[in-house]
């Protein structure tokens, strides 16, 4: 069997808390200062996490140009390079102070499916099938799928998922993956936002993504939210705050948050590159730029834009 974490932009559902908690009694305005004045903490319940040197191997499903895969490796290339803040690095750092220990991510082996052996419409468990080939030792399996492949939940509930499944038979090892859909012609309103215009919710005008691939530069946020997610939250057992069917992890907690005085629908005070106007709020290897998303830092108990 295998568990995943949904994750999926949840800006739509913000919108819908806070109004559904802005009514015009005071015993109810009283209850939404309450709700938002609660320190957010995720509780760490006694597993394991992902610590020291871990392999990230990549499988793609389907096909992407070469530009668009650069993007995504080079945002995995940056995780552990030494660049100054803010930087992919910075914001990685984060993930350190869940039980003290760094996760240095090396990118592993590449597996292509550029013609899509199991289809285009994926189930769950074909995701997992395909993350199950390659090496497990001290690993985390990428499987990104290209623009014109279904998932299951992709852009009903999910951007993409993490999760483990058993490395054997006996199921004493489990191993942990990621899925990451190409959100640009399914559901750019949802999984690439703030890049395209939201689906739900307070309309804002959209963002220019930093490499200018709207599908791809939302993929990093999800890579980025699910990396993060896995590494602290691997086996159902770490961090997170909630069911562990449904856990808020290390980022997910933080949806929506880019940079300062985020609210609803207003991802927050970002740096703009003066040639393009793209907005980010992190640099990486060869002076790429990403937007990553906020992440919870333990040490504080708050959602960290500080990259
Ligand atoms: C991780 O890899 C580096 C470089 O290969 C090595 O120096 C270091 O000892 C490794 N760390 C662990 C915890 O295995
Ligand atoms: C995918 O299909 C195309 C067109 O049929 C073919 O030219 C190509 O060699 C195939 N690629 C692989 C990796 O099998």
């Excluded at 292509?112 to 395909?130: A, H, I």
């Excluded at 993409?160 to 199921?171: E, L, N």
Aim: hydrophobic fraction near 35%; charge should be positive.
């Amino acid at each position: 069997m295998a568990s995943t974490h949904h994750f999926a932009l949840v800006v739509a559902s913000l919108f819908l808390f806070s109004s559904l908690f802005v009514p015009s009694t005071a015993t109810t305005r009283k209850l939404t200062a309450l709700v938002q004045q609660q320190p957010l903490v995720l509780q760490y319940h006694n597993g394991p996490l992902l610590k020291g040197n871990i392999t990230v191997h990549l499988v793609w499903y389907g096909k992407f140009t070469t530009p668009q895969r650069v993007i995504l490796i080079d945002f995995i290339l940056s995780l552990n390079h030494h660049i100054h803040a803010p930087s992919v690095p910075s914001w990685w750092k984060i993930t350190g102070k869940y039980k003290n220990g760094f996760t240095s991510l090396i990118l592993g082996k590449q597996t292509f499916d550029e013609n899509c052996s199991l289809g285009k419409s994926l189930k769950t468990p074909q995701v997992t099938r395909l993350a199950r080939r390659g090496d497990h030792r001290q690993a985390i399996t990428v499987v990104f799928t290209a623009k014109d492949v279904t998932v299951d939940g992709f852009c009903m509930s999910d951007c993409g998922t993490h999760g483990s499944a058993k490395a054997d038979p006996t199921g004493k090892t489990k191993f942990a993956y990621i899925w990451v859909g190409n959100p640009e012609t399914q559901c750019p309103g949802q999984c690439a936002w703030p890049f395209h215009q939201p689906i739900y919710g307070p309309q804002t005008p959209p963002l220019v993504s930093p490499n200018g691939d709207v599908g791809v530069d939302g993929m990093v946020i999800n890579l980025a939210t699910l990396l993060a997610g896995t590494v602290t939250n691997p086996f159902d057992n770490g961090y997170y705050q909630g069911t562990s069917s449904a856990p808020l992890e290390a980022v997910s907690a933080c949806t929506g948050i880019y940079g300062e005085g985020a609210y609803p629908g207003y991802p927050g005070e970002l740096l703009v590159d003066k040639t393009t106007g793209a907005s980010y709020n992190a640099v990486g290897i060869r002076g790429r730029k990403y937007l990553l998303p906020a992440m919870w830092d333990p040490t504080t108990s708050a959602c960290s834009t500080l990259v």
